[in-house]
């Protein structure tokens, strides 16, 4: 008996994290990180700006830091470059948003600074970057869902993140992409970050070729 009780155990445990993906999906959190490769003299800079529609989320600030550390991440991994500190990248783009924006680089729909060339020339030269990677997301959908085995309410978010990457000159658009994801969790911010990782599952960057730039260039 004590056998048939504890194999219904296990079968309901199963049941309930395979049939319910918004579980699985807060487990992220847990998955290990990979080892970034070694920095030498001749490791490129890479810039790494987020930017983030505010609405319907609490944190803003947390949550562009997830992006940028996952961004961050699969950078280092695939490459050998210098990623200037999100703190830093941070403060540059929020005082030139402060000092440049005007209607032509914001869309009153969504809050977000779109750069154009001359941008992200002025934000390569202040962080003094080789690379600048721009990524902005934003909610585009919401639902409040109720969950079927614990009989909550759980948010959902559609999340549409828009990724660049230039060199310091723009000479060319190297990724130039817009990808979206849907999650699910049990706050805002959680499904919010749960669907940003949805969404960076879409963008690879591991084929990028990066080069240090020199002075002359």
Not at 143 to 165: A, N, P, Y
Not at 167 to 175: A, E, G
Request: hydrophobic content about 35%.
């Amino acid at each position: 008996m004590k056998k048939f009780l504890t194999l219904l155990l296990l079968l309901g445990t199963f049941a309930v994290f395979s049939l319910n993906p918004a579980l699985a999906a807060e487990d992220d959190e847990a998955k290990p990180k990979k080892k970034p490769l070694p920095i030498t003299e001749s490791s490129p800079t890479i810039a790494v700006f987020v930017h983030l529609d505010p609405r319907g989320v609490a944190d803003p600030n947390k949550s562009a830091n997830v992006l940028y550390e996952s961004v961050k991440e699969d950078l280092q991994s695939n490459h050998s470059v210098n990623i200037v500190p999100f703190d830093t990248c941070y403060k540059i783009l929020r005082k030139y948003i402060r000092e440049n924006q005007s209607t032509d680089t914001v869309r009153e729909s969504d809050l977000g600074f779109m750069p154009k060339e001359k941008d992200l020339k002025a934000l390569a030269k202040e962080a003094n970057a080789d690379y600048v990677v721009y990524v902005h997301s934003r909610i585009t959908d919401t639902k409040q869902k109720m969950d079927v085995w614990w009989g909550t309410k759980r948010s959902q978010h559609t999340i549409l993140t828009e990724i660049i990457v230039v060199d310091k000159d723009v000479t060319s658009y190297l990724v130039d992409e817009a990808v979206s994801g849907r999650a699910s969790g049990s706050s805002e911010d959680r499904a919010f970050n749960n669907a940003l990782e949805r969404t960076l599952t879409k963008i690879n960057l591991s084929k990028i070729k990066f080069e240090k730039k020199t002075t002359d260039e």
